[in-house]
C-alpha cells in the first residue's frame, strides 16, 4: 500500500567522520515486508549532533549513512504484512533498532552501529539511515501512530513541538525502568541540559516532586518557571550543584524523603559530585536511573547499606513510547510554547541548525530539520 512517492530524494549524507555532511539526491526505498517508508515532517538535532559527525564523540558509525536519529513524519508506504499502518497516517518514527531475533542487540539510527557484532552487522547491512532526509525507510514497529485529530486540532500541537518526544522519551524510558510512581520525590541530575530539563517534564508531568540539580542557577530558576507555568499544581525544588559533597547532601536532605534518581550525566561530568551526594541524601531501597555515559563511582558503604538499586537504561522500550503516548493524548503535559519551543531549519542550513542546537538547550528546547 503506497501514496504517490517520488523516485528520489534529497538527504543529508554522512560519507566520512570529520568532514563536511552532504546533500545528495538518493533513490527513494520502496516499503518491503515488515517496513515502512515515512515522508519525514520534522527530524530532530541533537546538541551533540555535530560532535558525533566531527569525530570529537567518537561514535562507531555505519558510513556512508544519513545522519539524524527520531522524527515525526507520515506514512507514505508499507509492506503487505502491515495491519493498521496506512498511508497518510501521521506517525512517531523511532531511531531505537532492536534485532527482530535478538532484542538486546540494540543501536540507534544515524548515531551509532551498536555494542556487539550483531547489532553492528544489522546496522551496516540493513538499518543504518537516520531522518535527515525527505523520506526514510524503517521497520513497521519504529512507527507509533499518534492521534492527529487529538494531537494536533483538541490540544494544539504541531509536527514541530512532538520533536520533543526524542528527549522525553529517553527521560520517561529510564523512570519506568524503576518503576517510580506518582507521589514520590525525584532527582534529576543535571537538570540543566536538553535531556535533563525533558526529565523535569516528565517527572512532574508524572505526578511526582521534582529536585532539579544543576550548576547554571540561572537555568534552575528557569526550569521552576516554566515548570510552574505549564504544570501550575507540579512541585518543583532546585539544588546547585557545588562540587562539595558534604554541602550538596545537606541541602538534597533538607527536603526530606527522596524515592529515585535520574541520572543524565554528560561524559565531561565524570568528576562531579553530584551523583554522591544524591546517594547520600536518597532513602533506604531507593533507585537510580543511570542514562548519562559517565563512570558511576556508587559501590560504596552508603550504596551497600541502604539497600539502593543502580539500573543502567539505555533509551526506553516499545512499551514506554505507546505508555507515553497515550499520556500525551490525554493532556497530562503542557501545550504551545508553555512546552516546547522550537526553532525549525531547512535541510540547506544543516550547519546553522547544528551549531544552534549546541547552543540552544535546557528545558523545553529543541532545534529540528524539516527535510
Sequence with gaps: MASQIPSQHRALVVTKVGSDLEIQTLSTPNAAIGTAVCRVLQAGVLSYHGEIYSGQRPYPLPLPLVGGYSAVGRIAAVGEDATTLTPGQLVWIDCVIRGRDDPNSTYLLGIHEGMDERSKQLSHNVWHDGAFAEYMKVPLENCIPLDEGRLFKELGYTAKDL?????????????????????ETVIVSPATGNFGGAGVHVVAAMGCRVIAMGRNEKELARIKEVVKIGLPSATIETVKITNDESKDTAALKAFGTIDAVLDVSPPFAGESTHIKSAINAIRHDGRISAMGFIAHPVVGWQFVNKSLMLKGKLMYEREDILQFVKMLERGLFPRGSDFVQTIEFGLDDWKKAFDTAAEYTGIGRIVSLAP
Excluded at 522525553?168 to 524510558?173: D, K, P, S, T
Design 163 to 183: 520533536v520533543y518526544l526524542s528527549h522525553l522519551l529517553v527521560a520517561f524510558g529510564g523512570l519506568r525502568d524503576i518503576k517510580v510512581e506518582p507521589g
